[in-house]
């Protein structure tokens, strides 16, 4: 799930999910037993960094950066 963080996102993934904040604070993360799924929360900036850090050498070997 792509989302910015608020009370009640916080709530819902530590009370109801019961997931983990990940390393670097930005989301959340674990498995739920209950429906046999991995989630992760992240926001929407934080999946864009994480798409230009992945992909920047990528980019830079085509020489489009």
Do not use: W
């Amino acid at each position: 799930m792509i989302a910015d963080r608020c009370d009640k996102i916080d709530e819902f993934a530590i009370k109801d999910f019961q997931l983990t904040l990940s390393p670097d604070g930005e989301g959340y993360l674990g498995f739920h037993k209950g429906y046999n799924v991995y989630v992760e929360i992240i926001s929407f900036r934080k999946l864009i960094e994480d798409a230009k850090m992945r992909n920047k050498i990528f980019f830079k070997k085509l020489g489009i950066e």
